[in-house]
């Protein structure tokens, strides 16, 4: 059965309809629900504050927007406000500034995957080069680097010190996001391709 | 007594398999019955009722040839809300369709979607707890209480959209005898004083085949049979050879069909099935 | 299941409160605005003594609102890291500037007197909001929040899916729980594990995880359809339990003074330069 | 017969306080079939998990094969002595093969890999797991073989105890069943100790030799299936009901039937011979 879909899981079957159904949002609720619980455990066990480090949420934010599109996409902005007020990581405030910044860095990975036509059962040698490159590397950059400028914004870090975190932020989130994505993608994409809430577009 | 479901010529077939999941099927129900749905697990029990319910075609994926009508209005043409109107439904695990964080949220979550106001909400509410017996217990959480409580509150969510026809999908599987005997009175008590349709679907089928006036047997995804009980007890031979379970008084009944000890109808009742037996104590007793 | 002790009690998001908790004699609406001004005053106030004294206002409505104390413990750790933390980068990265003081000298490092005021400021505000964010989930059941939402005219989907995803997170934690007990019960030893093999394990629980999310997702669907809801019917709906809620003069006054407060705050810094950290007292203190 | 669980006066509660096991006292031997009974609530789930040492109890013990289950460091002993299959299969597989599944007990208690395909194999046929699915995904199986693969998981420890909670649950009467005789085959030809939790008091009739009642944390009845039925009185206080047929033989034990029937087929052999035929 694989078989036949094995060429490209994102390409449409001959007259194949997609329309963003209710299951879609269901399934984007529910995993915001576990990004919450990834999320709050993240911050709660390398408690750092503001600062994000570690923090394995992020790999959520990526394999969500690689099955789900922008289901996924609105789940990497809601479910950090959640379990950011939860684990007492960040005020109401400086979560919302974070928003944008998060929005990205679980995109990135969603268009890469789109765009360069990769399987999310990360198959081959590429599948596995884009994902680290920016579902790993790229994507954290980027999330670091605005969460860092929202830091210096309110006041909460040191000037100088912004290279520094940047730098921590975005390589200790690499690693472990890194490392729980690549087993979602593994372990988990063969169930969520055949599922009706898999999206080959990036709303259906 | 009118016809309220007609279903005509309906096969239906889930992608990704292989057959039909349901094969040509045609079944007329009429108003203010209690139907019995019986059958081997992968028959198409609940795909049947998800074809009355209106699940399918509109909540799955597959090809669909042949028509339902719900009080002559064809089910395709029917919107989620209409659908709620007529037909609720209610499912073996209570839990996956909990909806709210009350159990009074959870009773008024059906009747905001099909757009009743608050204040004819609040009664009904009062009316739906009273019914189920679960006045107490509005403020909690659905997913603090006991199984037979959560079961009575699915029921309850559906029953105070007033619906004409209540479809209960193995509504005891998870409960000990003591919550599937309360299940059963409240659907006894529907058809009897609310005049609704009640279809059930149930393994055991002890307490279903007391109180159905019809029972249906699904078998690969044919209707075998829909007949009142004491004729759908007439061969009980065949029904043990699909796997299911017949009742022990009419295994017993049967038995003494067979030895020539009695000819009456296949009663479901075991108070009479005790009473006949009785009776042939007695006269054997007299008779020697 | 329950015991007599945990009956006067209910579940909130992080903690257990008294059903009589004088908190809930307040609007859900009154109680979130409460969360978002507390959750913006402090960014505004450069003052540490202020902030502090902003968390110890918060700390006496927890005791107000009669939530256990001891719920807080778990942050903890993160209240003392993130002090940690905060004062480390202001000390190893103080940067430069011709005005810094010297005020001391820690394994070798020099101790400028305006990065550790900096440091102050900043800890106190990451503490005064970490508190007000803590209080709200604290004393705020899932079904406070949307109501609240649901008052401001979000719409039904977003504050359902809101909902749900608060309630899936509980789900998870549960079914977590019984994934550990099973793979227990298949003779995993925690205690005897590595670290890194705890790392592997935590990381492959996502597995069943989702996989009960993937199931979920058809049950509530189904069960959403049956009750007659579906995305296209965007009629309107009563909201039946918004009207167990009332929002009383004491909600608007309330409501009033946060407002008033927030404003005055910005007002008078912006206008006056007040709330700068010129004239704390820790200034005193560093120097 | 050789005794394989003693519990002693075991209490059990939660964190929260909830007394959820009351004092209770049970033996059970070698060899035995028992089913455990009693209202959603009444403990049974909390009860089998003090069995395998999930739960530790608050007072009293509990000892499997002679191992006291507060002792620390247990956890690879007592697996090898009582197995716990879950209720629900989906909480319990978490590998990604049904081959994989059934290895990853033995795996944690360190066999070698001779020996872990070796008990794969054994579990699968056993379970009446064909090979090719060993393979497959579990999520993708139907329910009753979900249930399957969760019990032969356990199968492959080759515990002395094999605790089935609601076997039977979502399964249609046939396939009921063929899960019970499997585990009858288990406990006749293998010699495993059963004990099944469930509300199917037909299924309990035809396959227990040994009911054990529970009632609000406590014991209500232990005994022998017949003489556990023939007090339908007392079971009516932890609201369970006895079988069909039994309740028929009770009503006509004036005509000669005994009360302690279990099934239509028994019932109809004692009434020909009450009215002699």
């Excluded at chain 3, 604290?138 to 995803?165: C, Q």
């Excluded at chain 4, 299924?203 to 040994?210: E, G, S």
């Amino acid at each position: 059965m694989n078989m036949k879909m094995n060429a490209n899981v994102w390409s449409l079957n001959e007259g194949e309809l997609r329309t963003p159904q209710m299951n879609h949002v269901i399934m984007m609720a529910l995993f915001i629900g576990v990004g919450v619980v990834v999320g709050t455990f993240g911050s709660l066990a390398v408690p750092l504050g503001f600062v994000s480090a570690f923090w394995p949420g992020q790999a959520i934010q990526s394999v969500g927007c690689i099955w789900f599109g922008m289901w996924g996409g609105i789940a990497s902005i809601v479910f950090p406000l959640i379990s950011n007020a939860i684990a007492g990581s960040a005020s109401i405030a400086v979560s919302l500034a974070y928003a944008p910044g998060n929005f990205l860095q679980g995109i990135l990975a969603g268009w890469a995957f789109r765009f360069f036509k990769c399987d999310p059962r990360l198959k081959s040698g590429k599948d596995w080069a884009v994902y680290t490159v920016f579902g790993g590397i790229l994507c954290n950059a980027i999330g670091a680097a605005w969460g860092v400028m929202v830091l210096r914004m309110f006041g909460l870090i040191s000037p100088s010190s912004t290279l520094t975190v940047f730098l921590g932020w975005s390589i200790g989130n690499t690693v472990p996001s890194f490392i729980l994505g690549a087993i979602l993608l593994k372990f988990v994409s063969p169930l969520i391709v055949k599922s009706k809430s898999f999206c080959k577009k990036y709303w259906a | 007594m009118g016809k309220i479901i007609e279903i005509n010529h309906l096969t239906w077939q889930y992608t990704d398999t292989e057959k039909p999941a349901l094969v040509d099927v045609n079944l007329d129900i009429e108003d203010n019955m209690f139907i019995g749905v019986c059958g081997p697990n992968e028959s198409g029990k609940t795909t049947l009722v998800s074809c009355i319910k209106g699940l399918i075609p509109h909540n799955f994926i597959g090809s669909y040839t042949g028509e339902v009508r719900l009080f002559g209005k064809n089910i395709r043409d029917l919107r989620a809300k209409e659908l709620a109107e007529y037909v609720g439904f209610v499912f073996a695990d209570p839990e996956a369709q909990f909806t709210s964080m009350s159990v009074e949220e959870e009773l008024a979550f059906g009747m905001e979607n099909i757009g009743l106001g608050s204040d004819e909400i609040r009664e009904r509410i009062d009316w739906v707890a009273k019914i189920t017996n679960l006045e107490n217990l509005l403020d909690k959480s659905p997913y603090d209480l006991s199984g037979g409580q959560k079961q009575r509150v699915a029921i309850a969510s559906v029953l105070a959209m007033q619906p004409k026809i209540v479809i209960l999908d193995e509504p005891t599987s998870m409960l000990d005898p003591m919550g599937k005997d309360s299940v059963f009175n409240i659907c006894a008590r529907m058809k009897e004083e609310l005049n609704m349709t009640i279809i059930m679907v149930e393994h055991t089928m002890d307490r279903l085949a007391r109180l159905s006036d019809r029972l249906i047997l699904v078998h690969n995804g044919k209707i075998e049979r829909y007949a009142e009980p004491e004729h759908f007890f007439e061969n009980v031979d065949e029904l043990v050879e699909m796997g299911l379970n017949p009742p022990a008084s009419i295994v017993f009944l049967d038995q003494l069909k067979r030895a020539g000890l009695y000819e009456g109808p296949m009663t479901t009742s075991v108070e009479e099935t005790i009473e006949i037996a009785q009776s042939i104590c007695a006269r054997k007793e007299s008779v020697q | 299941m329950e015991s007599v002790q945990t009956k006067k009690m209910m579940k909130t998001l992080l903690a257990l409160i008294p059903v009589e908790s004088p908190l809930y004699s307040f609007h859900p609406v009154s109680r979130l605005l409460l969360f978002v001004i507390t959750g913006f005053i402090p960014l505004f106030i450069n003052m540490p003594e202020l902030n502090f004294m902003f968390a110890v206002v918060v700390l006496l409505l927890f005791i107000y609102s009669k939530v256990a104390l001891s719920s807080l413990k778990m942050y903890l750790p993160v209240i003392l890291c993130a002090g940690i933390f905060t004062f480390l980068t202001f000390i190893f990265f103080p940067g430069k500037d011709p005005d810094y003081k010297v005020i001391g000298h820690v394994f070798g490092l020099a101790l400028y007197d305006q990065p550790i005021m900096n440091a102050f400021i900043a800890y106190s505000k990451i503490l005064a909001l970490l508190l007000s964010s803590i209080f709200y989930f604290s004393t705020n059941r899932e079904r406070d929040i949307l109501a609240a939402l649901r008052t401001l005219k979000m719409p039904f989907v977003a504050s359902y899916v809101l909902g749900l995803s608060l309630r899936s997170a509980g789900m998870f934690l549960e079914d977590l729980h019984t994934v550990r007990e099973a793979e227990q019960a298949r003779g995993l030893d925690y205690a005897a594990m590595k670290f890194t093999d705890k790392v592997k394990l935590y990381s492959m629980y996502i597995i069943p995880l989702i996989s009960l999310a993937l199931r979920r997702s058809d049950e509530i669907s189904n069960a959403l359809f049956v009750k007659g809801y579906s995305l296209k019917s965007s009629g309107k709906r009563a909201d039946y339990i918004l009207t167990k809620y009332r929002f009383s003069a004491s909600d608007v006054a309330t409501c009033v003074v946060l407002i008033l407060l927030l404003v005055l705050i910005v007002y008078f810094k912006y206008r006056y330069q007040w709330f700068g950290s010129d004239h704390s007292l820790f200034q005193y203190v560093i120097k | 017969m050789t005794n394989v669980i003693e519990v002693k006066d075991m209490h059990f509660a939660y964190r929260d306080g909830t007394e959820a096991l009351k004092g209770i006292d049970l033996n059970i031997n070698s060899g035995e079939f028992i089913a455990l009974i009693g209202q959603n609530g009444a403990g049974k789930t909390t009860f089998a998990k003090t069995l395998n040492g999930l739960l530790k109890p608050s007072q009293g013990y509990v000892k499997c094969g002679g191992i006291d289950t507060n002792q620390k460091r247990v956890i690879k002993k007592l697996v090898r002595e009582v197995g716990y299959v879950f209720q629900n299969p989906d909480h319990q597989l978490f590998n990604n093969e049904v081959g994989k599944e059934i290895a990853y007990a033995p795996k944690n208690i360190g066999l070698s890999d001779e020996e872990i395909e070796e008990r794969v194999n054994e579990a699968a046929a056993v379970a009446g797991i064909k090979q090719d699915y060993l393979s497959m995904h579990p999520f993708f199986l139907p329910k009753g073989l979900r249930q399957r693969v969760s019990i032969a998981s356990i199968l492959a420890l080759r515990p002395k105890v094999i605790i089935v909670d609601e076997p039977t649950t979502g399964q249609d009467y046939r396939q009921s069943v063929e899960i019970m005789e499997f585990l009858k085959k288990l406990n006749e030809e293998r010699g495993h100790t059963i004990i099944i939790i469930t509300h199917e008091m037909d299924i309990v009739a035809q396959f227990a030799k040994r009911v054990v009642v529970l009632c609000q944390g406590k014991l209500l009845l232990d005994g022998a299936t017949k003489e556990v039925f023939a007090q339908p009185k007392i079971l009516e206080a932890a609201y369970v009901k006895v079988p069909e047929a039994t309740r028929m033989a009770q009503a006509l034990t004036a005509n000669g039937v005994s009360k302690d029937v279990l099934s239509a087929d028994e019932l109809w052999i004692q009434f020909q011979e009450a009215i002699g035929r």
